[in-house]
C-alpha cells in the first residue's frame, strides 16, 4: 500500500512559537521502516521541523498519493492532525486517516465521537507493530470488522469501538534500526535554537517506559510501568551503524535512560572499545548519579546531561511525586561537572497548582545559582493522561469534556490574572539578565572550562561561523516571553 506519514507542527496564536531543538521524529520513522520492510510504499513529512505550512503540506499529500494517511498525534499537536485530516479528506474522501500516540491513548472515545468523519482509526500505545497489522488489514480484508487487531479504536455500524490493548514491545533488540533516509532536511545538536554542531545529528533510545509515576508525566501511563531496555551490544551495534552512515551527534530520547546502571555502564564500555567517533546526548534523573558512572559516560562520548531539576521547593516536588529533594540536584550537578561533563542543562517548571510566588521565585534563584551551564523555565501545562490532570478534574478545576482537545496551562486554573502576570515577568526578566553582559564574570570564570574541552571550543568556533544566526537567537531568547510548556513570543528589544 501507499503510506504517508506525518510529524505535525503544533497550531500555535499569532507570534508564537516553539523554542528548542527540532529532533527526527524516532516513532513514525521506526513505524516507516516496519512498513517499507513489509514491502510497502512509505514516504514521511517532518512538519515541525521543516517550516511547511499547511497548504504546503496539503500539496505533500496530493503528491504522495497514500492510500492510508498515518499522522503522530501528540497532545500539543493534535488540533494540527485535524486540521490536515479535514484538509485530506476534503481533497480525497477515500483516504484511510489513522491517527497515533498520546492524545489517541487517552482519547480515543473523544476522537472518533467529534471526528468521526474525519478520523477512521485511532492506534493506542506504543507498540509500532500495532499500525502495521492495521495496514495489513486494510491491505487484505478492508470490509471487514477488525475485531482481531489489538491496540486500535474505529468506528463500525455507528458503534465505537475498543480493541484489547496491545502488549507492549518487550524485546526492543528485534526493532530494526530507522531508516532516516526517510528525512529530506539536515537535523543539527543545537540548544535553544542555537545549533552548536554543523556535523550530522539524530536521535535515538536505549530505553522505553518508566517505573515513576509523575504527576507532570503520561510515560507511565502510556507504558503500562512496564520498562524495558535494549542491550548494550544491540546499542553499540547501532552506533557503530549510524557512524556508517556520517552522523556524528547522537541525542537519547529515553523517558528514564540510567534507571539501569549496569546496563548504561556496560554500554560505555563496549562503546569506549569501539572507539567511534560520535557525541552522544542524555536526560537524566539527579538520584540516579554516581561519579563512576559519569566519568565512564563522558570517556565514552556523553557530552551534555538535562537533569530533570524541576523545582527547588520541595512541597512542589512532592506534589509532583518527583522523589527527589533540592539537595540531590546540586549534588548531580557537582558530580557531573567533576566527571568532565561537557553542557549541563538544568530543567524547571514554574506554576504548579497553587505554587506561590515566593515559590516561583526560589526556583528562579536556585536555577541561577545551581552551577549549570544552562536552564530552561518551562510554564507547567496539563492534559489528558497525567495525573495531574486528573487531580485537577477531581477538584472540579478542568471540564475534562471543554479541554480535552489541548494542554493547559496550569496558572490559568489556579492562580489570579495579577498572579499570572508576575510570574510570567519573572521568567522573562530572568532570561533577560541571565543572557547578558551583567554576567561577563560567570564568562570569564568559564573561560578555562571552554579552553580545556575540545568539544566547547568546537562549539564556540562554530558559533562564530554562524555568528549573525547565532546572534538573533540570542536576541530571541533575550526576549523570550513564556507562554506556556516550551511555547514563547518575543518582544522587539535591543539585546543588551
Known amino acids: ?125 506504543e507498540n509500532e507493530y500495532i499500525f502495521s497489522n492495521l495496514i495489513n488489514y486494510l491491505e487484505n480484508d478492508p470490509n471487514l470488522e477488525p475485531t482481531d487487531i489489538l491496540g486500535i479504536s474505529y468506528k463500525f455500524n455507528g458503534n465505537i469501538k475498543h480493541n484489547p490493548d496491545y502488549p507492549v514491545n518487550k524485546n526492543l533488540d528485534e526493532l530494526p534500526f530507522p531508516d532516516r533516509s526517510f528525512l529530506k532536511i539536515p537535523y543539527h545538536q543545537n540548544l535553544a535554537g542555537i545549533e552548536l554542531m554543523d556535523s550530522k545529528f539524530t536521535t535515538t533510545f536505549f530505553t522505553r517506559g518508566c517505573p515513576h509515576s509523575c504527576t507532570y508525566c503520561a510515560v507511565s501511563k502510556f507504558s503500562n510501568r512496564q520498562y524495558r531496555s535494549k542491550s548494550p551490544e544491540r546499542l553499540v551495534e547501532e552506533f557503530s551503524y549510524l557512524t556508517s552512515k556520517g552522523y556524528s551527534e547522537v541525542a537519547f530520547v529515553d523517558d528514564n535512560f540510567s534507571f539501569n546502571l549496569k546496563n548504561v555502564s556496560k554500554f560505555c564500555k563496549l562503546l569506549k572499545k569501539e572507539n567511534l567517533d560520535v557525541n552522544w546526548h542524555v536526560e537524566m534523573r539527579v538520584d540516579q548519579v554516581t561519579k563512576e558512572l559519569l566519568e565512564e559516560m563522558a570517556l565514552a562520548g556523553c557530552k551534555s546531561i538535562c537533569f530533570g531539576v524541576e523545582s527547588a521547593n520541595q512541597r512542589i516536588l512532592n506534589y509532583y511525586n518527583k522523589r527527589i529533594t533540592p539537595e540531590q540536584s546540586l549534588k548531580a550537578i557537582k558530580i557531573a561537572k567533576s566527571a568532565k561533563i561537557d553542557f ?29 551551564d544552562y536552564f530552561f523555565l518551562n510554564i507547567v501545562e496539563t492534559w489528558p493522561g497525567i495525573p495531574m490532570w486528573d487531580d485537577l478534574v477531581s477538584r472540579g478545576l478542568i471540564n475534562e469534556n471543554d479541554r480535552w482537545e489541548s494542554s493547559t496551562r496550569v496558572i490559568d486554573l489556579t492562580h489570579t490574572a495579577e498572579q499570572r502576570k508576575r510570574i510570567l515577568d519573572m521568567i522573562t526578566q530572568t532570561y533577560r539578565e541571565y543572557i547578558s553582559f551583567k554576567r561577563i564574570g560567570w564568562m570569564l570564570k568559564m573561560l578555562p572550562s571552554m579552553l580545556l574541552s575540545s568539544y566547547k571550543r568546537k562549539v564556540g568556533l562554530n558559533f562564530l561561523k554562524h555568528f549573525r544566526t547565532g546572534a538573533r537567537t540570542i536576541v530571541r531568547l533575550r526576549n523570550l516571553r513564556l507562554s506556556g510548556f516550551g511555547k514563547f513570543t518575543t518582544e522587539d528589544q535591543p539585546i543588551f
Open 344 to 372: 549541563i542543562i538544568g530543567l524547571f517548571m514554574i506554576g504548579a497548582p497553587f505554587e506561590t510566588l515566593s515559590e516561583c521565585k526560589n526556583t528562579i534563584r536556585f536555577a541561577l545559582n545551581s552551577g549549570v
Open 1 to 125: 500500500m501507499k503510506i504517508a506519514l506525518i510529524n505535525p507542527n503544533p497550531i500555535l496564536e499569532e507570534n508564537e512559537h516553539f523554542y528548542g531543538q527540532k529532533w527526527p521524529p524516532l516513532g513514525i520513522l521506526l513505524l516507516g521502516t516496519i512498513l517499507k520492510n513489509q514491502g510497502h510504499q512509505v514516504r514521511l513529512l517532518d512538519q515541525a521541523s521543516n517550516g511547511y505550512g499547511f497548504d504546503k503540506v496539503l500539496e505533500w499529500i496530493k503528491k504522495v498519493d497514500p492510500e492510508v494517511l498515518g499522522i503522530s498525534a501528540m497532545t500539543v499537536g493534535f488540533l494540527s492532525s485535524i486540521k490536515i485530516s479535514q484538509m485530506a479528506k476534503k481533497w480525497n474522501p477515500n483516504l484511510k486517516i489513522v491517527l497515533g500516540h498520546y492524545h489517541p491513548t487517552f482519547c480515543a472515545e473523544k476522537i472518533l465521537k467529534k471526528y468521526n468523519v474525519l478520523v477512521d482509526y485511532c492506534v493506542r500505545g
